[in-house]
């Protein structure tokens, strides 16, 4: 213990020998560390807000939307698409046994009016069974429900960004307003509660209004088309058999062949959320490899002024020898100055990083960062490792070196 305290005492006394030229060749390792935990820390935070939103979307969430196919005609390639019915709707309540709830989904977008203020937003025309599925609820007023849609009833339920774009603010209390919508009339219900955005969409940028009025008021008569189909499966481990169930039911009901492609798309939020959070990992990764360039960087300029070091130092370590110094005495000293220029340096970094993930996190419009342990222990051993990789051939050069040419050495 006593060896390695004087050990780094004459280390320490090295460095702030030449403190300009030492904090210079720390800040390669102190920008990298930062970087990479700046970086890592607003990706990792990114990643944790997307799956939030997603989990939010609802549980045991299976939705169903048209496939759109393509194919070739006297005027090029022509997409086409066979959309989705409430004859479709009816079957999967009739034949899904491992569903519990079906919401469909009739979707538009349309300009809505309330005084002198005018929006463009998503009109969404859905059941009383969408609030449950999609996990969406009110804070005002109430959701719509069963005897609305039977009566196709003039009403709606708006989003918190519709309430500020039409009445100045989200809280305003709209309901038993008026708002007009194609130029027709509808009293405001409900107001939903907040979900925020979902990559470049606005959730709370959303008009609800019952499914006939919408199928009829905007689809025009006689539509019963819908975008989606949203299922809620009775539990988790029943989410594959609800997929199987319902691809064969709407299989057999569109009249497809054996091995015809689907003409629609049977997604498992399950797997929406693995591949999304997958992703996010990816990005997150490469974010980090990037910032881990300037990591080498600096161990570069570590190695740099470590030679240099031994160059000015010859003489030193000639005398060293020759007064009994071994070797390893040689190796161990400016090995120990690599290290303490790299762990210091990787100790900064980390607090810079920490502090600038939380500055960079509202720039980037994420709700937070994330700075976990592994990643802070891991940029510290980063750091470690490449001084003791960049120091390892200056301090090997300074301990082969020969006391007698060392001492004569100008």
């Known amino acids: 213990m006593k060896k390695l305290l004087m050990v780094l005492r004459v280390a320490v006394s090295s460095l702030t020998a030449h403190t300009m030229r030492t904090v210079l060749t720390m800040l390669g390792i102190v920008i990298g560390v930062a970087a990479v935990i700046a970086l890592v820390g607003v990706g990792t935070g990114a990643q944790a807000q997307v799956v939030s939103q997603f989990q939010s979307l609802g549980s045991n969430l299976v939705t169903v939307t048209a496939m759109p196919s393509y194919g070739f005609s006297q005027s090029g390639l022509q997409q086409s698409s066979r959309t989705l019915t409430m004859k479709d709707v009816s079957a999967i309540k009739s034949l899904a046994t491992s569903v519990s709830l079906v919401a469909p989904l009739y979707s538009t977008n349309a300009t809505v009016t309330y005084g002198g203020s005018t929006t463009s937003t998503t009109i ?24 609305d849609n039977d009566n196709m009833a003039m009403v709606v339920v708006l989003g918190t960004s519709v309430v500020e774009d039409l009445f100045g603010s989200s809280e305003v ?10 130029r027709q009339n509808y009293q405001v219900i ?61 299989r057999s009901l569109h009249g497809l ?46 190695m740099n002024i470590m030679l240099v070091s031994v160059t000015e130092r010859t003489r030193e370590i ?93």
């Open 124 to 147: 969404n025309g859905v059941t009383e069974e969408y609030g449950t599925v999609r996990n969406t609820t009110v804070t005002r007023g109430r959701f719509l429900t069963q005897a």
């Open 173 to 182: 209390n709209a309901i038993g307003e008026t708002v007009r919508i194609n």
């Open 190 to 250: 409900g107001v939903l509660k907040s979900k925020g955005q979902s990559g470049p969409q606005n959730q709370d940028d959303v008009i609800m209004m019952p499914l006939r009025t919408a199928q009829l008021k905007l689809g025009g008569a006689g539509t019963n088309t819908v975008r989606s189909i949203n299922l809620q499966v009775r539990t988790a481990d029943e989410m594959d058999l609800a997929q199987a169930q319902v691809t064969a039911i709407l």
């Open 257 to 302: 062949a054996t091995g015809a492609d689907n003409d629609f798309l049977v997604q498992n939020q399950a797997d929406i959320l693995s591949s999304v959070a997958e992703t996010s990992g990816t990005f997150t990764t490469l974010l980090g490899s990037i910032a881990a360039i300037s990591l080498l960087v600096g161990g570069i300029g570590i």
């Open 318 to 410: 000639g005398l060293r020898k020759a007064v009994g110094a071994k070797r390893g005495d040689i190796l161990t000293q400016f090995l120990t100055e690599a290290i303490v220029i790299s762990v210091l340096g990787g100790i900064i970094g980390v607090v810079l990083g920490v502090v600038g993930a939380q500055v960079i996190t509202p720039l980037l419009g994420s709700s937070q960062a994330i700075v976990t342990t592994q990643s802070v222990v891991l940029a510290l051993a980063v750091s470690l490792a490449i001084g003791v990789f960049f120091g390892l051939y200056p301090a090997n050069r300074a301990a082969g070196l020969n006391p007698i040419d060392a001492l004569r050495y100008e």
